[in-house]
């Protein structure tokens, strides 16, 4: 069965801060896996997604890289803002055409002024 | 579009009572997930659609749950009898395996539902 870890559970850093968010799965066998952000009392927004076959993808300040053979994604925001505080999850999806994605616990940042 | 919406926003309800959650997907997406939030749990994926057909249901609890997706752009979470520890965010997704960028999920806002 499929785990998602994501370290750390927790971040408070300055605002202007370039940081990396980790994310690790037990089965090297996916199809894709997604990076979230979830603002308190909303629903997930999808930030970057990344198939198998890729090692990473960028969007603005955001760059998320995979690396299947060790079970790791990391996500790097670049220059921190107070409006990136926010949980950020990462889901896997797995392959052998099953469509089941599992998320992680989350990493619930807060960037300060 | 409008995106992923969802009804009720928030339901309060005493345990025993009939719930119903709906949902309507991004027209042209053919994947519909439900989805529960909690604190102790995280998200959990309950059950997925793909055309309107149930795929996969094995998240979903206990025989109180039940999901219908009648067509293309409506499905129904129905808890019956509902429990206290039922109170959960649950929410919707959608995704497409057609054009781009494909397969990512869109969220609706989530129904927050409290079991007294």
């Known amino acids: ?113 | 579009d409008a995106g992923v919406i969802q009804s009720p926003r928030h339901e309060v309800t005493e345990m025993g009572q009939e719930v119903t959650l709906r949902c309507k997907p991004i027209s042209g997406h053919d994947y519909l997930f439900w989805y529960r939030q909690t604190m102790m749990r995280g998200l959990e994926l309950l059950i997925y659609f793909n055309n309107n057909v149930p795929i996969d249901d094995s998240g979903m609890p206990e025989d109180r749950f039940s999901a219908k997706m009648p067509n293309a752009s409506f499905s129904t979470l129905k808890i019956q009898p509902s429990e206290p520890r039922d109170s959960a965010v649950y929410f919707c997704a959608s995704s497409s395996t057609r054009g781009a960028p494909r397969e990512t999920q869109y969220f609706g806002p989530g129904t927050r539902l409290l079991v007294l």
């Open chain 1, 1 to 113: 069965k499929q785990e998602v870890t994501q370290i750390p559970a927790a971040l408070s850093v300055p605002e202007g801060e370039n940081l990396v968010l980790n994310c690790s799965f037990t089965d090297s066998a996916i199809y894709n896996l997604q990076w979230f952000r979830q603002d308190p009392g909303k629903g997930l927004t999808s930030l970057l997604l990344i198939q198998s076959s890729q090692r990473e993808q960028t969007s603005g300040r955001l760059n998320a890289s995979l690396d299947k053979s060790s079970g790791r994604s990391t996500l790097y925001i670049a220059a921190s803002q107070p409006g990136d505080s926010a949980t950020y999850l990462c889901a896997v999806t797995g392959s052998g055409g099953s469509y089941i994605p599992t998320f992680g616990r989350g990493t619930s940042l807060i960037v300060h002024p």
